[in-house]
């Protein structure tokens, strides 16, 4: 599947419009081995790596193999959001109450992405207070969302 998502992308000549990657660390050194100079977002492991060289001080002095990091930004949407089937509740807790700790390191951590050059992009932001509190973070990260009129909205308030 990758290799003919890669010629379709190589054929209309979009290889250099696109970030790819997957959560999945098999499906990312797949891509990695199809063509290293696409952009790509980071892996699950990865996201797991930056966290944890973050909270333990030596994410300055690793070297970031991605080019984009995507981050769950916690919100009320995301706690009404219905568990995955085979998910058990304890796991889900354990999953909310981790992205609860990752949006409140996030602003420093983004901060110190951007100034190495690094994208980040907050998900799934639906909500206009969700969407304002992320426009607050230093390095201006990117959002996912639902509801892009809401987020034109806000930017029309904010910078009109």
């Not at 981050?71 to 568990?83: A, I, M, Q, R, W």
Request: aromatic residues 10%.
């Amino acid at each position: 599947m990758i290799e003919e998502a890669y010629k379709i992308l190589k054929k209309y000549d979009m290889l250099d419009q696109i970030f790819w990657g997957s959560f999945k660390e098999l499906h990312t050194q797949e891509l990695i081995r199809v063509d290293q100079s696409i952009p790509r977002f980071a892996s699950q492991k990865e996201i797991t790596v930056m966290n944890l060289a973050y909270l333990l001080g030596f994410l300055p002095f690793i070297s970031i193999p991605f080019d984009l990091y995507l981050s769950p930004f916690y919100n009320e949407g995301l706690v009404k959001t219905k568990p995955e089937e085979g998910i058990s509740e304890c796991k889900r807790s354990l999953g909310l109450a981790l992205i609860r700790f990752m949006t409140l390191v996030s602003a420093p951590m983004i901060s110190h992405l951007d100034k190495r050059g690094i994208d980040t992009m907050l998900w799934v932001l639906n909500d206009v207070e969700d969407l304002a509190r992320a426009l607050e973070i230093e390095g201006s990260p990117g959002v996912i969302t639902d509801r892009p009129e809401a987020f034109i909205s806000l930017l029309h308030k904010r910078y009109s």
